[in-house]
């Protein structure tokens, strides 16, 4: 079983560009997270997708960032413009459910943004 | 909200017992998690535990919960260079799916 895909893996741009990051989670998986880990943080919750669906984005910054599961597959994430305080380890993870048990989320290997 | 708290190091001798400690404030917490980051990867569940057990082992893994004072521990037996990673414990809140994680413990294992 393939896992999730994530690109690119590093980025670096200048404060006030804009980045887009891109998802594919693990097929079959409806839901999928995206969230964001700052060094020597644990990951932070930004927005969770069931299939095509918002189920939680109250932490994501919307004046600045935006995020879109169109097909119910894949995702992108998007921070237009950049801040310095943006420079993180942007993680998306897919799980089967958001709900029943123990839902395995299963996490991608990350993407390194920095903003400088 | 759900507050996940830990240690930030530990170093332990290889082939000793490492045990990672982690409090968290929301005793409704449905299920506990013991996530694995190795560098440049993403996170991997180690083990997870229901908050009406106590105890659960898997292999060289062990999971203590002690509800009362909300709080988690992770005990690796024979402790290899190969477990060297952060360790982060986390909590499902009881009214969603949603985890919290805690900041990560990083293991350092001398040899």
């Known amino acids: 079983e393939a896992g999730v895909a994530q690109s690119p893996r590093y980025k670096i741009i200048e404060k006030r560009q804009s980045v887009a990051f891109w998802c594919n989670p693990i097929?079959?998986?409806?839901?999928l997270y995206w969230y964001q880990q700052i060094l020597g943080q644990g990951p932070k919750l930004l927005i969770q997708?069931?299939?095509?669906?918002?189920?939680?984005d109250s932490q994501l910054p919307k004046d600045r960032f935006s995020a879109e599961r169109l097909k119910g597959v894949d995702s992108t994430l998007k921070i237009q413009p950049a801040k310095l305080e943006d420079s993180a380890v942007y993680l998306c993870?897919?799980?089967?459910?958001?709900?029943?048990?123990?839902?395995?989320?299963?996490f991608g290997p990350g993407t390194r943004l920095t903003v400088t | 909200g759900e507050d996940v708290e830990q240690s930030l190091f530990l170093s332990v001798r290889e082939g000793d017992s490492s045990v990672i400690n982690c409090t968290y404030t929301d005793s409704s917490s449905t299920y506990l998690y013991w996530y694995k980051q190795e560098p440049g990867a993403g996170l991997q569940l180690l083990t997870y535990i229901f908050s009406n057990m106590d105890m659960k082992q898997d292999q060289r893994l062990t999971v203590l919960l002690n509800k009362k004072d909300k709080h988690l521990s992770l005990r690796i037996a024979d402790t290899q260079t190969g477990d060297s990673a952060i360790y982060f414990c986390?909590?499902?809140?009881?009214?969603?799916?949603?985890?919290?994680f805690g900041s990560g413990t990083r293991l350092s294992i001398r040899p």
């Open positions: 997708f069931q299939n095509n669906g918002v189920v939680d």
């Open positions: 097929s079959g998986h409806a839901t």
């Open positions: 986390a909590a499902r809140e009881s009214s969603a799916s949603k985890i919290i």
């Open positions: 993870a897919s799980s089967r459910t958001s709900g029943g048990t123990s839902y395995e989320q299963y």
